[in-house]
């Protein structure tokens, strides 16, 4: 059974292209959100969703934009590509209370050529 | 603001050998921390939490890790490494409140020699 998964595993598009990364888990969890881990494995939040409701937003490009169609499900929306966007992008989910331990999609490898 | 410091971005131990990985901390509550381990290639996996229970924690794969309040550490070790555990290894801490982000330190890769 897998948790938290994510679609494509990898990404190879060109510059200026739009681009949407799919996230489902099935956890049951409230709270999904979106990483960023860079070429030097850096992972930085980019946004948080609890039961659909954009809990957290960093300081993200509006070219990314998020959307969550129900509590399991959180998508990434990429528009205008850039080079710089190239990163490997991480789902993840927790549950509301407790520890609030997330779990962590396998990833996205971007590259924006 | 809550931080992580995990010093060092590369550490070397034979197998068998003792692991050791540091992490220190910076919050102004007392926080939930975490340790995260990330193969080639795959997704964080948890090896442990502490969560204001026990201060020593254990976690998988033989890994745990102590909590130290006055020392703002939470650094992470193994009695005898074996070489599977070479991936890496990122400290994490996330304040209470529910709405609090994790902070992740910026990992350190650990390898392991035969």
């Known amino acids: 059974d897998t948790a938290v998964s994510q679609t494509p595993k990898y990404l190879v598009t060109q510059m200026g292209n739009d681009k949407s990364i799919k996230c489902e888990q099935n956890l049951g969890h409230d709270t999904m959100y979106w990483y960023k881990q860079d070429s030097k494995k850096f992972l930085k939040i980019m946004f948080s969703y609890n039961n659909k409701e954009l809990i957290i937003n960093e300081t993200v490009p509006n070219r990314f934009s998020p959307k969550s169609p129900d509590k399991a499900h959180l998508n990434l929306h990429i528009n205008s590509l850039e080079l710089g966007d190239s990163a490997v992008y991480f789902c993840?989910?927790?549950?509301?209370?407790?520890?609030?331990?997330?779990?962590f999609g396998p990833g996205t490898r971007l590259t924006v050529t | 603001a809550q931080s992580v410091t995990q010093l060092g971005s590369h550490v070397s131990v034979s197998e068998g050998a003792l692991v050791l990985l540091r992490c220190n901390y910076s919050?102004?509550?007392?926080?939930?921390l975490f340790w995260y381990v990330q193969y080639p290639n795959q997704g964080l996996q948890l090896l442990l939490k502490y969560t204001s229970a026990a201060t020593l924690v254990k976690g998988i794969n033989g890994f745990e890790a102590e909590f130290k309040k006055s020392e703002t550490s939470f650094h992470l070790t193994k009695p005898s490494a074996h070489m599977s555990d070479a991936a890496e290894y990122f400290c994490a801490v996330r304040e209470t409140g529910a709405n609090s982000k994790l902070t992740f330190g910026k990992g350190i890769t650990l390898s392991v020699r035969p």
């Open positions: 993840a989910s927790s549950s509301k209370g407790g520890s609030y331990e997330q779990y």
């Open positions: 919050s102004s509550v007392p926080p939930y």
